[in-house]
């Protein structure tokens, strides 16, 4: 299955030093309208996930929390170290593995070894598989209008991005000549949601000047950018590195993933959809 509404928890996952007080965590939670929170401790630079603790661990230690003075303790006194993970390429069996081990949330990590704050990439809960099997029953229709350009080198890619963007919406890909043979102060007022540019194919200034443009605009697109590392200038790289987790910018790396897609497209999509 599908699962865009899952998707959503990797904007809201929390995370907390494992020395934090039990009170504030729980208050972050409150606060973040989130059901579980990850707790961290410094490895050197970077930060290590050691444990977890959720609304159903809460639910627990209720007897434990009765006593005032245990609010005050470190929230490592009630973290679950031995919290299970799941790998993001398997992200569409989260339901299945969540019943299976019986538990109502799931960080989702990449790469192998320790998990690291780095290697998160969300959270899923049980009210998401809800959500999820949810939207599956939507028909068509009641999907969202989105209008999209794709100006890549490489021609397979408009079909194949207007393949995943056709999952999800009822999208019209518009030819990226006309984007590009527009004047450019008007280049994104043509009601575009969505521009895919392939960036191995423009110098550091035009794609300087692009996210220029789209900054200056009222209502401007999610403009994402694919690129191939191996074949792109280290200066370019960092530039783009450094817009990774803009509102309305995003990196795609090809060959490109589908699920990675669809975590891009929920990450960009409009504040009021």
């Known amino acids: 299955m599908t699962f865009p509404a899952a998707l959503a928890s990797t904007r809201s996952t929390i ?21 579980a929170i ?25 007897q434990f929390l009765e006593h005032p003075l245990n609010w005050n303790r470190p929230i490592e006194a009630l973290m679950r170290t031995d919290f299970k993970t799941l790998p993001v390429e398997k992200l569409g069996e989260a339901a299945a593995y969540m019943t299976k081990y019986d538990i109502k949330s799931v960080p989702i990590v990449s790469g192998k070894g320790p998990v690291f704050r780095e290697n998160i990439w969300g959270m899923v809960h049980g009210s998401d598989i809800v959500h999820a099997y949810a939207a599956e029953q939507n028909i068509l229709s009641h999907r969202r209008k989105i209008t999209a350009a794709v100006h890549t080198g490489n021609q397979r890619y408009p079909h194949f991005i207007g393949g995943l963007l056709k999952k999800q919406f009822r999208a019209k890909l518009i030819p990226a000549e006309s984007i590009f043979k527009t004047g450019l102060p008007s280049r994104f007022h043509l009601g ?47 530039a783009l590195q450094r817009l990774g987790n803009h509102r309305r910018f995003g990196l795609l790396l090809k060959p490109i993933n589908p699920l990675e897609f669809q975590l891009l497209l929920e990450r960009l999509k409009p504040r009021s959809t």
């Open 38 to 62: 990850l707790l961290t401790r410094k490895k050197g630079e970077r930060e290590l996930i050691t444990g977890i603790f959720t609304e159903s661990d809460l639910l627990k230690k209720i």
């Open 192 to 238: 575009l949601d969505y521009l895919f540019l392939d960036v191995n194919h423009f110098t550091l200034e035009t794609v300087l000047g692009i996210l220029g443009e789209a900054r200056e605009c009222q209502n401007p697109p999610a403009v994402i950018f694919m690129l191939d590392e191996s074949h792109l200038p280290h200066r370019t790289l960092k």
């Open 15 to 35: 995370f907390a030093s494992e020395e934090e007080t039990i009170r504030n965590c729980l208050l972050k939670m409150k606060k973040n309208g989130s059901r």
